[in-house]
């Protein structure tokens, strides 16, 4: 064993002249080991947020969107990534129901039946869904949970819809049409509860006096994480504006959860700051109290280097039980709280059941070296001022 590491771990533990030290040190550790637990456990949050939001955006909204085109595209359908698509068009409406009123946002869609994928969802679907005229039936419409609630409607009333935004100006009659509520959903995705409806494409187009250019469509693919690839390969064959991914379209909402996350850790990486700042008063402390062994180590052989070394291992020391410990708490909240759930949600506020933590592997090990390279960096000025001390006046130091 090398001597700068066996005096390093007996300055750590022994300090009979002066317990401060230990004291200061076993403080160091632990805001080392509460610094690290606390960015383990906060970036874990925020990823599992992220995942539950990606996961119900992918699953209720389309992979990839094309506007402005009647047709599918040459090439779209017969991609290895295309799943399925069908024609839609959105529109603003006001919704009235009894003496309720409500600004909704309609998308007419080109299927049966709502949401019209026989997988199984991450959302609550009440109803049948079916949006087509039947002969002597009316139309149906599918409409969030929250927004029946607001207006008291149930599955079987009907409602009305007008298009104040396609009245001509010739001042005849608003368009409108009556639906009967096929499908209540329950999907928790922003706002969409509360002001988003579906009705048939074919009902949407005649209340909306719509042409066919402005006509677009919703586009699934086997694997959401190919719609990146998928845009790339298609993007030269229309205008750009025309086709956009479901990140593109989400891409202020993933931008703003990016910022935060690393806000969240520069924020937390103060806690660690103040530890190290506990780690170089301790080791100046130690500096001074030692500084007599020190001239005694030079005057036996040890160089410079030798002494800096000592008083850095002693700060890493520090950091590689404080890093442990936090990482091992972290760690072990996080994977608790996958397994068992341990932390529940309100749901009247969340969207999920229990805290969504997923750890990333790599950002842990991010911030372990993080905690180790500002530590390193930290010791190395009181190691250099132990360091420079001449021997003959260190030894002379106490007396």
């Not at 969802?121 to 009440?126: R, V």
Request: a neutral charge; proline letters at 4%; one cysteine or more.
């Amino acid at each position: 064993m090398r001597f700068e590491w066996h005096l390093a771990r007996r300055y750590l533990f022994s300090h009979k002249q002066n317990q401060y030290i230990s004291l200061v040190s076993v403080i160091s550790i632990l805001g080392m080991t509460v610094g690290v637990a606390a960015l383990i456990i906060a970036m874990s949050v925020l990823n599992g947020f992220e995942q539950a939001v990606t996961g119900r955006i992918i699953n209720f909204l389309p992979h990839v969107v094309l506007q402005n085109h009647f047709d599918l595209p040459a090439g779209f359908a017969e991609d290895p990534d295309y799943d399925f698509g069908y024609r839609y068009t959105e529109r603003k409406a006001l919704l009235t129901f009894d003496a309720g009123r409500q600004i909704v946002d309609i998308q007419a869609v080109e299927l049966p039946h709502w949401p019209g994928r026989s997988k199984n969802l991450p959302f609550d679907i009440y109803g049948n869904g079916r949006l087509p005229r039947k002969s002597g039936e009316l139309p149906g419409i599918v409409l969030g949970y929250d927004l029946s609630e607001k207006l008291m409607i149930s599955l079987g009333d009907t409602l009305r819809l007008l298009s104040p935004l396609d009245l001509e100006p010739t001042g005849a009659r608003m368009p409108q049409t009556v639906f009967v509520v096929t499908g209540l959903f329950d999907a928790n995705v922003f706002d969409y509860d509360k002001l988003l409806c579906f009705i048939d494409y074919t009902e949407g187009r005649r209340l909306f006096r719509q042409k066919s250019q402005q006509t677009g469509w919703q586009i699934w693919l086997k694997d959401y994480r190919r719609a990146e690839d998928f845009y790339g390969r298609h993007s030269a064959a229309v205008p750009n504006t025309d086709l956009q991914t479901w990140y593109q379209r989400n891409q202020t909402l993933f931008e703003a959860m990016t910022l935060e996350k690393w806000g969240t850790f520069v924020g937390l990486n103060f806690i660690i700051l103040v530890a190290v700042f506990n780690v170089v008063s301790a080791l100046m402390m130690l500096v001074l109290e030692k500084t007599g062994e020190i001239g005694i180590l030079r005057v036996l052989g040890a160089t410079s280097l030798n002494i800096r070394r000592i008083f850095i291992t002693q700060g890493m020391l520090v950091a590689v039980i404080g890093i442990l410990a936090g990482a091992a708490l972290g760690l072990g909240f996080v994977l608790g709280q996958t397994e068992w759930q341990w932390v529940k949600l309100p749901q009247d506020i969340y969207f999920v059941e229990s805290l969504p933590v997923v750890l990333s592997v790599t950002e842990v090990i991010v911030i372990i070296i993080t905690a180790f390279i500002i530590t390193w960096l930290a010791a190395r000025y009181p190691a250099r001022r132990a360091a420079e001390l001449i021997p003959v006046d260190a030894m002379n130091y106490n007396r």
